[in-house]
């Protein structure tokens, strides 16, 4: 049963943001894991536009120093993609929603069957080229282990015509792939339930969660699983307002995602107190 809509972070009547600043600064560990397009970067047309500016690597990279905080990147990026925005430091990344996973220490995870679909998944990818043509505006994202049809710069009614292609053409070349859909794109992905969550269940369990706080930020459709996979314990928390959703919170968009990561700085710094929200909200 999904709950009742989110509660506001930076709400300055409500003083959530005091409160969760409390819990991460009294947890013993912080597993903090991050959406990338849409949360920390704003969702840019062009995928490869989506740059984080300097300021938001130099705070990304202070948390990431910060004493028992374990962030990781949970991303629908293949790896090669999310290793050219993240600097380099110490971040696990979980790609192609999770089904790629790279540890701090260097050694990757691929789901075994992320692996067995790569080539029903090239050959669905050679029939929906000329399908994709045909629809001016939209373009094909080969990310090794999934496909990605962006249909953002698309006309509406062009993006129902391939949408209701790829349904076809997947039904006929690999029915057993799984089509998702996210914010402008259309997904195919390999024939299995692991997605976000499984990523963010195997991390906790790798490093042993007893005592700690999780915490996910995320925007899209595909987030919603793991805001339940970190709930009740943990914090969920939504980028943009939706009353329909698994998160426990909001905020706005990726300025006050950076905003939570500074409050994450002051809760874990042994030289700052825990301190009231200060966004004037």
Known sequence: MI???????????AHNAAGIERRLKNAGTVF????????????????SEAVLSSAAKTLLRSVTALPDVHVAIVTGRSMKSIRRFIPACTITLAANHGLHILHEDGTEWIHENARASLHV??????????????????FIENKELTLSIHVRKCAPAAARLLARAIERITAAVAPEL???????VIELRPPTPWGKSGAVLKLLHARGSHGAVAVYIGDDAT???????????????RVGRKKRTEADYYVNDAAEVHAFLHMLLRARSMDNPTSPDDKGR
């Open 32 to 47: 903090l894991f991050l959406d990338y397009d849409g949360t920390l970067t704003p969702i840019r047309s062009i995928p």
């Open 223 to 237: 987030d919603e699983e793991a805001f339940r996979a970190v709930r009740p314990d943990g914090i969920a928390i």
């Open 3 to 13: 709950p009742p809509g989110p509660h506001y972070v930076f709400s300055r009547k």
């Open 178 to 184: 799984r089509i998702t859909k996210g914010k402008k």
């Open 121 to 138: 998944l090239d050959a669905v990818r050679r029939r929906l080229r000329s399908e994709v043509k045909a629809a001016p505006g939209a």
